[in-house]
Protein backbone atom coordinates (compact mmCIF):
# COMPACT_ATOMS: atom_id res chain seq x y z
CA UNK A 1 0.00 0.00 0.00
CA UNK A 2 1.37 3.37 -1.15
CA UNK A 3 1.25 5.50 1.64
CA UNK A 4 0.29 8.76 0.83
CA UNK A 5 1.53 12.08 3.30
CA UNK A 6 -1.01 12.73 6.38
CA UNK A 7 -2.06 16.19 7.81
CA UNK A 8 -2.96 17.64 11.14
CA UNK A 9 -3.67 21.14 12.24
CA UNK A 10 -0.24 22.05 12.74
CA UNK A 11 2.08 19.03 10.60
CA UNK A 12 3.06 17.01 7.66
CA UNK A 13 3.64 13.68 8.46
CA UNK A 14 5.65 12.40 4.78
CA UNK A 15 7.79 9.31 3.54
CA UNK A 16 11.16 9.43 4.61
CA UNK A 17 13.34 11.26 1.58
CA UNK A 18 17.23 10.87 0.80
CA UNK A 19 18.24 14.00 2.42
CA UNK A 20 16.60 13.42 6.22
CA UNK A 21 19.53 11.49 6.57
CA UNK A 22 20.85 14.74 7.88
CA UNK A 23 18.29 15.92 10.33
CA UNK A 24 17.70 11.51 11.67
CA UNK A 25 22.12 11.64 12.44
CA UNK A 26 21.74 15.43 14.36
CA UNK A 27 18.75 14.57 16.18
CA UNK A 28 19.84 11.15 17.32
CA UNK A 29 23.71 12.14 18.00
CA UNK A 30 21.98 14.12 20.66
CA UNK A 31 22.06 12.42 23.89
CA UNK A 32 19.12 13.98 25.35
CA UNK A 33 17.41 12.85 22.83
CA UNK A 34 18.92 9.42 22.71
CA UNK A 35 18.93 8.87 26.72
CA UNK A 36 16.00 6.09 26.98
CA UNK A 37 15.88 5.13 22.90
CA UNK A 38 17.46 1.86 21.15
CA UNK A 39 20.44 3.11 20.04
CA UNK A 40 23.75 4.40 21.07
CA UNK A 41 25.51 8.27 20.76
CA UNK A 42 27.05 9.30 17.91
CA UNK A 43 24.91 8.29 15.27
CA UNK A 44 27.35 8.93 12.36
CA UNK A 45 25.79 10.06 8.75
CA UNK A 46 26.51 7.02 7.36
CA UNK A 47 24.36 4.74 9.80
CA UNK A 48 21.56 7.67 9.54
CA UNK A 49 22.04 7.31 5.42
CA UNK A 50 21.86 3.74 5.45
CA UNK A 51 18.49 3.48 7.48
CA UNK A 52 17.00 6.47 5.33
CA UNK A 53 17.94 4.19 1.84
CA UNK A 54 16.22 1.48 3.28
CA UNK A 55 12.81 3.51 4.49
CA UNK A 56 12.59 4.92 1.23
CA UNK A 57 12.78 2.03 -0.83
CA UNK A 58 9.48 0.91 1.04
CA UNK A 59 5.96 2.11 -0.44
CA UNK A 60 4.62 2.42 3.15
CA UNK A 61 4.43 0.17 6.26
CA UNK A 62 5.38 -3.63 5.56
CA UNK A 63 4.68 -6.67 8.06
CA UNK A 64 7.74 -7.40 9.58
CA UNK A 65 9.60 -4.06 8.68
CA UNK A 66 10.13 -0.97 10.80
CA UNK A 67 9.27 1.91 8.45
CA UNK A 68 9.96 6.10 9.30
CA UNK A 69 7.57 8.96 8.98
CA UNK A 70 9.05 12.29 8.93
CA UNK A 71 7.52 14.93 10.80
CA UNK A 72 7.44 18.35 9.38
CA UNK A 73 6.59 21.73 9.47
CA UNK A 74 4.25 22.20 6.14
CA UNK A 75 4.90 25.73 5.40
CA UNK A 76 8.40 26.04 5.68
CA UNK A 77 9.32 22.33 5.53
CA UNK A 78 11.29 22.46 8.69
CA UNK A 79 12.04 18.69 9.73
CA UNK A 80 10.70 18.19 13.49
CA UNK A 81 11.28 14.62 14.26
CA UNK A 82 9.96 11.36 12.79
CA UNK A 83 7.58 8.20 14.05
CA UNK A 84 8.43 4.92 13.89
CA UNK A 85 5.84 1.89 13.17
CA UNK A 86 6.50 -1.85 12.99
CA UNK A 87 3.73 -3.93 11.52
CA UNK A 88 3.59 -7.86 12.58
CA UNK A 89 1.33 -10.91 12.68
CA UNK A 90 0.12 -10.43 9.11
CA UNK A 91 -0.09 -6.30 9.89
CA UNK A 92 -2.57 -6.64 12.52
CA UNK A 93 -0.33 -5.22 15.32
CA UNK A 94 1.71 -2.03 14.97
CA UNK A 95 4.38 -1.02 17.58
CA UNK A 96 4.59 2.78 17.47
CA UNK A 97 7.44 5.39 18.41
CA UNK A 98 8.16 8.89 17.83
CA UNK A 99 11.37 11.04 18.48
CA UNK A 100 11.30 14.63 18.10
CA UNK A 101 14.37 17.25 18.09
CA UNK A 102 14.66 19.35 21.33
CA UNK A 103 14.03 22.45 19.79
CA UNK A 104 10.22 20.80 18.68
CA UNK A 105 10.32 19.52 23.08
CA UNK A 106 7.46 20.76 24.62
CA UNK A 107 4.46 22.00 21.62
CA UNK A 108 2.59 19.15 22.05
CA UNK A 109 3.57 17.85 18.45
CA UNK A 110 4.58 13.99 19.62
CA UNK A 111 0.65 14.08 20.80
CA UNK A 112 -0.95 15.68 17.17
CA UNK A 113 1.58 13.40 15.37
CA UNK A 114 1.26 10.39 17.08
CA UNK A 115 -2.58 10.66 17.38
CA UNK A 116 -3.07 11.01 13.98
CA UNK A 117 -0.64 7.89 13.10
CA UNK A 118 -3.05 5.69 15.45
CA UNK A 119 -5.70 7.15 13.43
CA UNK A 120 -4.58 5.94 10.32
CA UNK A 121 -3.34 2.60 11.38
CA UNK A 122 -6.91 1.97 12.74
CA UNK A 123 -8.78 3.76 10.05
CA UNK A 124 -6.87 3.47 6.92
CA UNK A 125 -4.60 -0.02 7.44
CA UNK A 126 -6.96 -1.97 9.77
CA UNK A 127 -4.68 -2.87 12.50
CA UNK A 128 -6.16 -5.02 15.97
CA UNK A 129 -3.96 -3.38 18.29
CA UNK A 130 -1.20 -0.99 18.35
CA UNK A 131 1.32 -0.91 21.18
CA UNK A 132 4.51 0.65 22.42
CA UNK A 133 6.99 0.04 24.84
CA UNK A 134 9.60 2.81 26.78
CA UNK A 135 11.79 3.12 29.92
CA UNK A 136 9.70 3.71 32.81
CA UNK A 137 12.13 6.83 33.89
CA UNK A 138 10.60 8.56 30.11
CA UNK A 139 7.19 9.91 32.34
CA UNK A 140 7.17 12.66 29.03
CA UNK A 141 6.93 9.48 27.08
CA UNK A 142 4.30 8.28 28.25
CA UNK A 143 2.27 10.73 29.03
CA UNK A 144 2.24 11.03 25.42
CA UNK A 145 0.84 7.51 24.78
CA UNK A 146 -1.42 8.09 27.35
CA UNK A 147 -2.88 11.42 25.64
CA UNK A 148 -3.34 9.34 22.58
CA UNK A 149 -5.11 6.85 24.39
CA UNK A 150 -2.72 4.08 24.73
CA UNK A 151 -3.26 2.19 28.48
CA UNK A 152 -0.80 1.18 30.68
CA UNK A 153 -0.87 -2.82 30.83
CA UNK A 154 2.52 -3.45 32.36
CA UNK A 155 6.04 -3.09 33.69
CA UNK A 156 8.76 -6.50 32.47
CA UNK A 157 11.71 -6.19 34.76
CA UNK A 158 15.08 -6.13 33.38
CA UNK A 159 13.65 -6.98 29.99
CA UNK A 160 15.29 -4.53 27.22
CA UNK A 161 19.38 -4.87 26.56
CA UNK A 162 21.02 -1.63 25.00
CA UNK A 163 25.02 -3.15 24.67
CA UNK A 164 25.48 -4.26 28.17
CA UNK A 165 22.88 -2.00 29.60
CA UNK A 166 20.03 -3.35 30.72
CA UNK A 167 16.66 -2.10 31.99
CA UNK A 168 13.28 -2.22 32.65
CA UNK A 169 9.85 -1.84 30.03
CA UNK A 170 6.68 -0.19 31.09
CA UNK A 171 3.95 -1.66 27.99
CA UNK A 172 1.24 0.72 26.64
CA UNK A 173 -1.53 -0.82 24.12
CA UNK A 174 -4.79 -0.02 22.55
CA UNK A 175 -7.19 -2.51 20.45
CA UNK A 176 -9.84 -0.63 18.79
CA UNK A 177 -12.71 -0.84 20.94
CA UNK A 178 -10.96 1.09 23.25
CA UNK A 179 -9.31 3.70 21.53
CA UNK A 180 -12.65 4.58 19.70
CA UNK A 181 -14.05 5.30 23.56
CA UNK A 182 -10.99 7.42 23.93
CA UNK A 183 -11.25 8.86 20.87
CA UNK A 184 -15.68 9.57 21.41
CA UNK A 185 -15.03 11.03 24.87
CA UNK A 186 -16.57 13.96 26.64
CA UNK A 187 -14.29 16.73 26.48
CA UNK A 188 -16.62 19.74 26.75
CA UNK A 189 -17.10 20.99 30.24
CA UNK A 190 -19.96 18.91 32.56
CA UNK A 191 -23.52 20.75 32.72
CA UNK A 192 -23.46 20.00 36.59
CA UNK A 193 -20.81 18.13 38.96
CA UNK A 194 -21.88 17.22 42.62
CA UNK A 195 -20.52 14.94 45.11
CA UNK A 196 -22.42 11.59 45.46
CA UNK A 197 -22.76 9.03 48.33
CA UNK A 198 -20.05 6.12 48.09
CA UNK A 199 -23.04 2.73 48.75
CA UNK A 200 -23.09 -0.88 48.26
CA UNK A 201 -25.00 -0.02 44.97
CA UNK A 202 -22.06 1.82 43.53
CA UNK A 203 -18.69 1.22 45.59
CA UNK A 204 -17.63 -1.20 42.50
CA UNK A 205 -17.93 1.31 39.79
CA UNK A 206 -16.43 4.02 42.15
CA UNK A 207 -13.53 1.62 42.43
CA UNK A 208 -13.00 1.08 38.62
CA UNK A 209 -12.31 4.71 38.43
CA UNK A 210 -8.56 5.10 37.62
CA UNK A 211 -6.38 7.61 36.68
CA UNK A 212 -3.44 7.83 34.15
CA UNK A 213 -0.23 5.65 34.93
CA UNK A 214 2.03 8.48 35.24
CA UNK A 215 -0.56 10.16 37.25
CA UNK A 216 -0.28 7.34 40.04
CA UNK A 217 2.86 8.50 41.59
CA UNK A 218 0.60 12.10 42.80
CA UNK A 219 -2.85 10.43 43.75
CA UNK A 220 -3.47 6.50 44.98
CA UNK A 221 -5.97 4.07 43.49
CA UNK A 222 -9.39 4.60 44.71
CA UNK A 223 -9.38 0.94 46.31
CA UNK A 224 -6.10 2.16 48.08
CA UNK A 225 -7.93 4.98 49.43
CA UNK A 226 -11.00 2.91 50.71
CA UNK A 227 -7.94 0.36 52.41
CA UNK A 228 -7.00 4.12 53.82
CA UNK A 229 -10.43 4.99 55.28
CA UNK A 230 -10.85 1.52 56.72
CA UNK A 231 -7.14 2.07 58.51
CA UNK A 232 -6.72 5.26 59.08
CA UNK A 233 -3.73 6.57 59.55
CA UNK A 234 -2.52 8.09 62.91
CA UNK A 235 -1.63 11.63 63.08
CA UNK A 236 -0.79 13.70 65.68
CA UNK A 237 -1.96 11.33 68.43
CA UNK A 238 -5.25 10.78 66.97
CA UNK A 239 -6.74 8.15 63.73
CA UNK A 240 -8.11 10.64 60.52
CA UNK A 241 -11.34 10.57 60.49
CA UNK A 242 -12.26 10.11 56.79
CA UNK A 243 -15.23 11.36 54.46
CA UNK A 244 -15.27 9.85 51.09
CA UNK A 245 -17.92 10.95 48.45
CA UNK A 246 -17.90 9.92 44.56
CA UNK A 247 -17.65 12.58 41.85
CA UNK A 248 -20.64 12.68 39.48
CA UNK A 249 -20.64 14.79 36.37
CA UNK A 250 -24.02 15.03 34.42
CA UNK A 251 -25.02 11.78 35.95
CA UNK A 252 -21.94 9.73 35.43
CA UNK A 253 -19.28 8.63 37.51
CA UNK A 254 -16.11 10.30 36.57
CA UNK A 255 -13.84 11.03 39.92
CA UNK A 256 -13.37 10.43 43.76
CA UNK A 257 -12.97 13.02 46.65
CA UNK A 258 -11.96 12.19 50.56
CA UNK A 259 -11.05 14.69 53.18
CA UNK A 260 -9.98 14.28 56.61
CA UNK A 261 -12.18 15.55 58.95
CA UNK A 262 -11.82 18.76 61.41
CA UNK A 263 -11.10 16.67 64.87
CA UNK A 264 -9.74 17.95 68.73
CA UNK A 265 -6.12 16.67 67.09
CA UNK A 266 -6.97 18.04 63.55
CA UNK A 267 -7.99 21.80 63.79
CA UNK A 268 -8.01 21.82 60.17
CA UNK A 269 -9.98 19.48 56.89
CA UNK A 270 -7.80 17.95 55.08
CA UNK A 271 -8.14 17.20 51.23
CA UNK A 272 -6.87 13.82 51.39
CA UNK A 273 -7.51 12.34 47.90
CA UNK A 274 -8.68 13.74 44.47
CA UNK A 275 -9.35 11.79 41.50
CA UNK A 276 -10.48 12.27 38.11
CA UNK A 277 -10.65 9.47 35.80
CA UNK A 278 -8.54 9.07 33.34
CA UNK A 279 -11.52 9.28 30.27
CA UNK A 280 -12.84 12.73 31.89
CA UNK A 281 -9.72 14.73 32.31
CA UNK A 282 -8.93 18.37 31.37
CA UNK A 283 -13.21 18.73 31.39
CA UNK A 284 -12.59 21.30 34.37
CA UNK A 285 -14.03 18.47 37.05
CA UNK A 286 -11.28 18.63 39.62
CA UNK A 287 -11.75 22.22 40.13
CA UNK A 288 -15.26 21.90 40.21
CA UNK A 289 -14.68 19.59 42.84
CA UNK A 290 -12.95 22.06 44.35
CA UNK A 291 -15.11 24.96 44.38
CA UNK A 292 -18.22 21.64 45.84
CA UNK A 293 -15.69 21.03 48.76
CA UNK A 294 -15.02 24.15 49.58
CA UNK A 295 -18.52 24.86 50.00
CA UNK A 296 -19.22 21.76 51.94
CA UNK A 297 -16.48 22.56 54.25
CA UNK A 298 -17.75 26.24 54.83
CA UNK A 299 -21.32 23.92 56.08
CA UNK A 300 -19.03 22.42 58.38
CA UNK A 301 -18.12 25.34 59.94
CA UNK A 302 -14.44 25.14 58.51
CA UNK A 303 -12.27 27.98 57.57
CA UNK A 304 -9.62 26.47 55.92
CA UNK A 305 -8.35 23.54 54.22
CA UNK A 306 -5.14 22.05 53.70
CA UNK A 307 -3.69 19.36 51.35
CA UNK A 308 -0.33 18.29 50.24
CA UNK A 309 1.30 17.29 46.93
CA UNK A 310 4.30 15.58 45.09
CA UNK A 311 5.99 17.99 43.05
CA UNK A 312 7.00 16.88 39.16
CA UNK A 313 6.13 15.97 35.87
CA UNK A 314 2.09 15.74 35.97
CA UNK A 315 1.46 16.84 39.38
CA UNK A 316 -1.99 18.19 40.29
CA UNK A 317 0.57 21.17 41.55
CA UNK A 318 -0.30 23.90 39.55
CA UNK A 319 -4.37 23.16 39.53
CA UNK A 320 -3.47 23.50 43.63
CA UNK A 321 -2.07 26.64 42.84
CA UNK A 322 -3.74 28.04 40.67
CA UNK A 323 -6.79 27.46 42.71
CA UNK A 324 -5.76 29.63 45.58
CA UNK A 325 -3.52 26.62 48.02
CA UNK A 326 -0.29 28.58 49.60
CA UNK A 327 2.13 26.60 50.62
CA UNK A 328 2.79 26.64 53.87
CA UNK A 329 6.50 25.57 54.19
CA UNK A 330 5.75 21.96 55.47
CA UNK A 331 6.89 19.11 53.57
CA UNK A 332 5.20 16.06 54.98
CA UNK A 333 6.47 12.61 53.57
CA UNK A 334 7.96 14.31 50.32
CA UNK A 335 4.50 16.45 50.06
CA UNK A 336 4.78 20.31 49.84
CA UNK A 337 1.56 21.01 52.27
CA UNK A 338 -0.88 23.67 51.07
CA UNK A 339 -3.06 25.34 52.67
CA UNK A 340 -6.48 26.99 51.17
CA UNK A 341 -8.01 30.01 53.50
CA UNK A 342 -12.01 30.53 52.58
CA UNK A 343 -13.13 34.20 51.47
CA UNK A 344 -15.41 35.42 54.44
Partial sequence: MIFEPLRTERLLLRPMRTDDAVSIAARRSDPDVARYQNWTTPYPLERAQALVDDI???????????????????????????????????GRTAEIGYTLAPDAWGAGYAVEAATELVRYLFDDLGVTRIEAMLHPDNPASAMVLERIG????????????????????WIYGVVRDDWEAWRDRPRHPPTMVRFAEITTDNYVEVG???????????????RASFADAMFPEVVDGAPLVPWMRAIEADGELVGFVMVALTTEAHPEPYLWRLLVDRMHQRRGIGRAALDLLVE???????????????PGKGSPEPLYLDYGFVPTGEIVDGETEGSLTFES
Avoid at 57 to 83: N, R
Avoid at 156 to 167: A, I, K, V
Avoid at 296 to 310: E, I, K, M, V, Y
Wanted: glycine residues 8%; negative net charge; charged residues 20%.
Fill in 56 to 90: VAMDGPADGEWWMLTIADPDDSTVLGDLVVHLTWQ
Fill in 296 to 310: QCRAWGDRSLLTSWT
Fill in 208 to 222: QLVTHRTQQRFVSPV
Fill in 150 to 169: LIFEGHTRLSFWLGDDNSDD
